[in-house]
């Protein structure tokens, strides 16, 4: 059920490694990605050098460059990240041309010097000592050419890219998301009112649901998500079709009480109230006779608003990145142009939002009207300003007098700095924080074996009063920040889009969340990938390359221990078959134990779920059967939940499996043998146990097309039984029969 959070959509780097290979190159395709237009060639290939098989995966990644390519740190650094990730492709030239060490140079020392400034450092997959020297052997890109042996060459004439022409209607493509058939129409458009660019984007998110959509709480939550990830499209028509206020409204009454229940809210941008009510405008309303959505007004032609990515250099990093006008108007440019003295010398911390809140607005795709800034945002920005503009004779423009803006926590939203969440520098702790914390626990680290990681290492961090860090503060018992708080912007949960890290029991990591270093351990097991050798590995592998983000837990959970060596057991042959050793770096003994002192992954996760399902039929004295038994685990967890006077069946069908699993509770728990509080027996768990019905609790660990009748009929009156419907793992559906 945790896949049903909100995520928020933005970039995610995807995980990749540098394999330099001249091989033959794939088929020439026109270049899409936006950051690499105009760089004097129109065609790619892929996959490119980092193994990106399309062109939105690289985009994906080169887009982590785009500030440094927005503010100019060097001419040649655009044409030097776009020669390796969207490589010139030439029908006559049958080999990847990597870009020539000299264009490497250029672009490292005009911007490596504000990385470092900004806490980066210049990748080690870059580094230029890789590339070919110009005038060598090696064929390279130099400029807008192909060098070889030291002689600039054109061989394929560079096309210029052709305006794309406004057409007067969006084009309509027929829907492939799985979800949205048959919901009453069959073509929708993209981009969708949450950004997604193909349906596949949107088919990732939107899946997160299908659990909800399965046990219908709602017969119109179908409708109401499809109408917003895959909006309907009419040719002739262009204004974007919301779904109604009172169709959100019965989708969320149905759900959102089971949503509660499992400890999640109904996602805040998909609030009822962004939404129109019926007859205020054209939407989409659930029509009872045909069960499908109407809309509920002729269309007319009217054009769609659109979310554009801010290219405002000044109004970079300040809590978003999208806004609803391309270009700032004429008039406005006017006022904005008034206070450029005030751009460089930092008077205000809040100056930056004060203005780019005005000029480049956030564009949130179901709201309307744009935020503006608080009162207190511009009183704020002002009064720092004010002895800086007397300097230089600048006047507040009385367009932005502050009496015109909203009172923050008024009745009209608008955006407050101290409103933003985590709105400010990212802090880190101060050497003496992370010392006295490594003292104390160091030895005890080492009496278990661990050592302290050395990402960890205190000298990577700032002495108290050298910068701004987060240091103890004895009275409190809580930290304490040594300095004032600028702003600037800092991570946050990310989408998943690692296709490989899809359907793994969360959606959300942190960004960054794999270092250049860590994916060529990554590479090494990417053989294993197809062969589902372990049903443990892509747990195993994405907890540790794309672990979870909580956004109120700071450090991610690893993976436990228990799930390294499931992985590396069941793959072990395939990797010898392959020559691929296990990475050092993945020992299973660096893992934490599941159940320990620290927290970690664990795929028996899906076992609490199931025991919190039948938590009110599993009482003292109650009578329970575990079908699918396994190891043993969920069956002693549900007889220490039954108590003393009850009794819990365990059945397999599998008999090493029930030897293993009565092994198990023998060395660790052997009293609930002993007392005959567990039975386990080998059979044929469809025809359920009958020695022992009724029964208060069922679970079923196996997945099936359809519930065995039997299972039912040893079901008490007023118990539960808990069943995964589905032939495969990644189409399972927990199915609760009361």
Avoid at 384 to 412: E, Q, T, Y
Avoid at 658 to 674: F, H, M, Q, T, Y
């Amino acid at each position: 059920m945790a896949e049903i959070q909100c995520v928020v959509f933005t970039t995610l780097l995807l995980l990749s490694a540098l394999t330099c290979v001249s091989g033959k190159i794939g088929k020439c395709e026109k270049i899409k990605i936006p950051l690499c237009q105009g760089i004097g060639y129109n065609f790619t290939s892929m996959p490119n050098m980092f193994n990106h098989d399309t062109q939105e995966e690289a985009a994906l990644e080169v887009h982590q460059f785009w500030p440094f390519v927005e503010i100019k740190c060097s001419a040649d650094l655009k044409l030097f990240l776009c020669s390796m990730f969207a490589p010139n492709c030439q029908p006559n030239v049958k080999k990847r041309v990597p870009p020539c060490r000299s264009i490497c140079e250029r672009a490292r020392d005009g911007c490596a010097r504000l990385m470092r400034q900004y806490g980066f450092s210049w990748p080690k997959r870059m580094r230029c000592k890789t590339f070919p020297e110009h005038g060598g052997d090696e064929p390279c890109m130099e400029g807008n050419g192909i060098v070889a042996n030291g002689t600039s060459t054109t061989p394929h004439p560079l096309v210029p890219v052709p305006l794309k022409k406004t057409t007067p209607f969006k084009k309509c493509e027929k829907i492939k998301v799985p979800l949205c058939q048959g919901i009453g129409y069959n073509f929708t458009y993209m981009p969708n009112m949450f950004n997604h660019d193909t349906q596949e984007e949107a088919a990732l998110e939107v899946h997160q649901f299908w659990p909800l959509v399965e046990i219908k709480c709602s017969a119109d939550l179908k409708l109401f998500l499809c109408s917003i990830y895959t909006p309907i499209c009419q040719p002739n028509y262009r204004k974007e079709i919301p779904p109604c206020r009172s169709l959100c409204q019965k989708a969320r009454e149905g759900c959102a009480p089971l949503m509660r229940q499992y400890g999640f809210s109904w996602p805040k941008r998909m609030r009822c109230e962004n939404f129109p009510k019926l007859g205020q405008k054209i939407c989409i309303e659930p029509n009872r006779n045909s069960a499908k959505g109407s809309v509920t007004t002729p269309l007319p032609s009217v054009t769609v608003k659109k979310c554009r990515r801010i290219k405002i250099p000044f109004c970079q990093g300040i809590g978003y990145n999208r806004t609803s006008l391309p270009k700032i108007k004429e008039e406005d440019a006017v006022y904005f142009q008034q206070l450029r003295p005030l751009f460089g010398c930092k008077c205000s911390p809040n100056l930056k939002l004060f203005l780019c809140s005005m000029y480049a607005p956030e564009c949130r795709p179901n709201v309307t009207d744009p935020l503006p800034p608080c009162r207190s945002t511009c009183k704020q920005a002002k009064r720092g300003c004010a002895p800086f503009m007397r300097l230089h004779h600048v006047r507040w423009p009385k367009r932005m007098r502050c009496k015109n803006f909203p009172k923050a926590g008024g009745k009209k939203s608008c955006i407050d700095p101290n409103g933003i969440p985590n709105y400010g520098k990212e802090i880190p702790p101060c050497r003496s924080l992370c010392q006295q914390a490594r003292e104390g626990c160091a030895p005890l680290m080492r009496q278990y074996g661990f050592s302290w990681p050395k990402r960890m290492r205190c000298e990577n961090f700032p002495k108290f009063g050298q910068k701004i860090c987060i240091g103890p503060n004895r009275n409190s018992a809580k930290g304490s920040v040594t300095t004032p708080l600028p702003s600037v912007a800092v991570k946050k949960c990310k989408r998943i889009k690692i296709p490989f890290c899809q359907g793994i029991g969360y959606n959300r990591t942190s960004l960054p969340n794999i270092k250049e270093e860590e994916a060529v351990y990554f590479q090494q097991l990417r053989p294993l990938f197809g062969g589902k050798c372990s049903p443990n590995l892509k747990l195993f592998l994405c907890s540790m390359y794309a672990p979870e983000c909580r956004p109120n837990v700071t450090d991610p959970l690893p993976p436990c221990r228990s799930t390294c060596k499931q992985a590396k057991r069941g793959c072990a042959p395939f990797m010898r078959l392959h020559h691929v050793r296990w990475p050092k770096r993945m020992r299973c003994k660096n893992f934490p134990k599941a159940g320990g002192k620290k927290s970690c992954i664990d795929p028996n996760g899906i076992h609490v779920y199931a025991l919190q399902q039948l938590e009110g039929h599993l009482k003292e004295g109650a009578c329970a059967l575990d079908v699918g038994s396994g190891s043993g685990y969920l069956t002693a967890a549900m007889a220490y939940m039954v108590g003393e006077s009850g009794k819990v069946h365990g059945i397999d069908h599998i008999d090493k499996l029930v030897k293993d699993s009565l092994a198990n509770i023998k060395r660790g728990k052997p009293e609930l043998l002993e007392k005959g509080r567990v039975k386990i027996v080998s059979g044929d768990g469809r025809k359920g146990y009958e020695p022992g019905q009724p029964y208060d609790a069922i679970h079923v660990g196996a997945a099936a097309a359809e519930l065995p009748s039997a299972l039912l009929e040893q079901l008490k009156p007023g118990g539960r039984l808990i069943f995964p419907v589905g032939a495969e793992a990644r189409n399972k559906v927990l199915e609760q029969h009361d």
